[in-house]
């Protein structure tokens, strides 16, 4: 128990502080450019940022996503997120029940409803954790938090990097398959690594109708697992540190398959990004590692300051090209150049 619990604050302490992002490679967002409207027709105040997403109604194309669970220090950011995910209307992912799924007098750390009554609430779990329980115990996972949904991660390249992780990943499509067929509403998600269009076609064939790209460009995982690896294993991690697909690329590249929901993690950190991730297809942006550190050093009020700007950028981005609502920025004129779009022409 202690090891999930120590692990997961070794997490947040190196999210906050540690150096844990890409170093060159970037989120691609940069090669997205929009095409300025100069006589836009519009006021700020009657922008439409709304959107309604599995069933619910969210104020704001934004996710708090996913981090933590388990721990005292967790409890303590996920009731403060969760509570300013209400206040504003945006979904709010926790982190991994694994800790909760082993140790169920942990459940009280992921306990959000009490603060979140109305929010898109996701529950989060490992696919290779998820293929070593029985359908019934993932779904009580999900009950026992009252989520919405539940995010099902593929961490590979973070597992082979720990020195005590996952080295299996067989089997992962039958378990989605099972988990499906068992009725929990499941978001697909990478932790920073991203999704590839084959990725996206295989899962999107068995079924699936949301996934999180989790791309590459902000926080690196493979990064984080490096700084507590063994010194034996540090190299593999030093190698990798830059292993992923930038998350623009990713979601552009899954908007080619039909799902109901893509969200845009990974490396977010301006509302003129999110606009750009609904422009290329995304559903809504999630915020990780810039969310908690703006809580860390600022308090809530310093998180609640944090999201306004983002908010604020997401606006100007609507108004500047001429978009009265989120549908109107999906379909906003853009260009899209470099090697975003050599991903693009790549597909795969
Ligand atoms: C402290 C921390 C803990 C995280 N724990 C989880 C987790 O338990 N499950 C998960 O799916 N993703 C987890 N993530 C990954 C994020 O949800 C996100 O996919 C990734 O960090 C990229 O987003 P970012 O660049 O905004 O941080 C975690 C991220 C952070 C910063």
Partial sequence: MADISRRKDDHLELAISGDVGF?????????????????PELAVAELDTSLTLMGKKLRAPILIAAMTGG??????????????AEERGYAFGL??????????G?????????????????????LVQAAQMSSDDVKRLVDGVGAD???????PAQELIQDDGDRDFRGGLDT?????????????????????????????????????????????????????ASEARRPLGQAFWEWGIPTA???????????????????????????????????????????LQALESGGPDG??????????ELRAAMLLTGSRNLAALGSAPRLVTGELAQWLELGA
């Fill in 23 to 39: 170093k060159r490679t970037t989120t691609l967002f940069e090669h997205v450019r929009f095409v300025h409207d100069a006589l």
């Fill in 71 to 84: 721990s005292e220090r967790a409890e303590r950011i996920n009731k403060e997120l969760a509570q300013i």
């Fill in 95 to 104: 982190g991994s029940q694994r800790a909760m799924h082993r140790h169920p």
């Fill in 106 to 126: 942990k459940s009280a750390t992921y306990a959000v409803r009490d603060v979140a009554p109305t929010t898109l609430v996701l529950g989060n779990l490992g």
């Fill in 149 to 155: 949904a539940l995010c099902l991660h593929l961490n």
């Fill in 176 to 228: 989605l398959s099972r988990l499906l067929q068992s009725g929990v509403r499941l978001v697909v998600k990478e932790t920073g690594c991203g999704l590839s269009a084959s990725v996206a076609a295989r899962v999107r064939a068995l079924g699936v109708e949301y996934v999180d790209v989790s791309g590459a460009g902000g926080t690196s995982w493979v990064a984080v697992e490096t700084h507590r």
């Fill in 249 to 291: 690329a990713s979601v552009a590249l899954c908007a080619r398959h039909g799902f109901r929901g893509i969200f845009a993690t990974g490396g977010m950190s301006t509302g003129l990004e999110i606009a750009k991730a609904i422009a290329l297809g995304a559903s809504a942006g999630g915020i990780a590692r810039r969310a």
């Fill in 303 to 312: 998180a609640r300051a944090f999201f306004e700007g983002i908010e604020v």
